[in-house]
């Protein structure tokens, strides 16, 4: 098996909306220790519920089913790192992917990006080699072929995830952790490295910096905070 590396960085803590979020649905962030969490079960989730349901899987159906939570868990580590947006990492292809250079990138299109401006977000060295892995794992793909499947509907699968992992959708306050707020883990994670405003606003790509979620502290299920690093093991065939 391949050992994928670990999602280490600085800590997040809860976040609340920006003044541009809908009052409908105020987001949060999580705090490391759930996040840590909920890529593990994302990862292990489609296998786990195949066995609990007591279905004879062949090696082939393993296998499928442990690229699907690796995907999934990868997709939410590259949104949490670079604050790309779903339908962006919906239109992201090898092509986008610069890994080669001494400073690894990845491009948002003009033509996928939500102020129609071509992009580039600097991809952090373990990020790079977790995907890097997942080249290697998909060793058919072509420079335009998506890498990752992103639905519309990847929202129910984050849901089933968070369940899996114990986190509410929904906290006491009535904001909720679906898949843009992990755009709010970004802007906490830039908070916390300390990274100046104006440069997390280019990083977050905001018209205005009054638009970066306020620092708020707190966890959903009760635990503490930190800014140790995250890490988290992953596994693939």
């Not at 970004?186 to 280019?202: G, H, I, N």
Request: net charge positive; proline share 6%; charged share 30%.
């Amino acid at each position: 098996s391949r050992r994928i590396t670990p999602l280490e960085g600085e800590g997040m803590a809860r976040g609340s909306p920006g003044p541009c979020m809908p009052i409908r649905r105020q987001r949060s962030a999580l705090p490391p220790v759930d996040l840590v969490r909920l890529l593990e079960r994302t990862r292990t989730r489609p296998l786990m519920e195949a066995r609990r349901e007591g279905r004879i899987l062949s090696l082939q159906e393993v296998r499928s089913l442990e690229h699907e939570g690796m995907e999934r868990a990868l997709v939410y580590k590259t949104a949490i790192l670079t604050g790309i947006r779903r339908g962006e990492l919906e239109q992201l292809t090898w092509g986008d992917l610069d890994l080669d250079s001494q400073r690894p990138t990845l491009r948002v299109k003009a033509s996928a990006s939500k102020n129609g401006r071509e992009a580039y977000q600097v991809v952090r060295q373990d990020l790079g080699a977790d995907l890097a892995a997942w080249r290697t794992m998909n060793p058919q793909a072509q420079e335009g072929a998506a890498i990752f499947r992103v639905p519309v509907t990847i929202n129910q699968d984050l849901k089933k995830d968070l369940a899996a992992a114990e986190i509410d959708y929904e906290d006491a306050q009535g904001r909720v952790f679906d898949f843009h707020s992990f755009r709010h883990c970004t802007a906490t994670l830039l908070r916390r490295a300390k990274v100046d405003p104006r440069l997390s606003q280019a990083v977050m790509r905001h018209s205005d910096i009054r638009l970066l979620p306020p620092p708020r502290t707190g966890g959903r299920s009760g635990r503490a905070s930190s800014a140790a690093p995250l890490s988290m093991s992953w596994r693939s065939v």
